[in-house]
């Protein structure tokens, strides 16, 4: 599997499986959410309805990945993960890794060969970018995925280095 660390906007990117940093809702927020939301436009928010009326009433749990349509976005589908807010008194690091984990299950029961990942959880969540990079490096490298492509596409400089400096 090659790695690949890039700055920029993950909705632009033309992969099979883009990852969301979504809220247990899965009707979008903001952040990375609310722009998968906004340009993959309202198919998305629809079919997380379904997925809210048929599976996951109460929402979906922390450190699980759903998938869903794409909608406008040049992927062929979102990957929803719910990550763990940040916490000092409370290790939530195999939560975490578990957004990964689950997302690359889920991408591989798609027969996705390209993902592309955000930093879960380093946003509003407040998870340290240095911590956060460490562990998403650390999960898809054992993760042991079919996928070929995986990327980390990562929306400010803190994040991006922090993610390029644990990719080494």
């Not at 790695?3 to 927020?29: C, E, F, H, M, P």
């Not at 722009?35 to 309805?49: M, Q």
């Not at 029961?109 to 990079?133: C, K, Q, R």
Request: net charge neutral.
């Amino acid at each position: 599997m090659g790695i690949s660390i890039l700055r920029g906007d993950i909705t632009k990117q033309r992969v099979d499986a883009i990852v969301n940093a979504a809220n247990s809702s899965l009707y979008g927020g903001g952040g990375v959410d609310g722009a998968i939301h906004r340009a993959g436009g309202p198919a998305i928010l629809e079919a997380c309805r379904d997925l809210r009326a048929s599976k996951y009433g109460r929402g979906l749990a922390t450190g699980q990945a759903v998938a869903t349509t794409a909608g406008k976005l040049e992927a062929r589908w979102v990957i929803h993960t719910v990550g763990p807010v940040y916490s000092t008194d409370e290790d939530r690091s195999d939560l975490l890794a578990s957004c990964y984990r689950e997302s690359l299950k889920v991408a591989d029961e798609l027969g996705a060969a390209s993902i592309a990942f955000p930093a879960v959880s380093a946003g509003v969540y407040g998870w340290p970018a240095d911590s956060a990079a460490r562990i998403a490096v650390e999960t898809v490298r054992t993760a042991g995925t079919r996928v070929a492509d995986l990327r980390f596409v990562l929306f400010n400089d803190e994040v991006y280095q922090a993610f390029a400096a644990a990719a080494g």
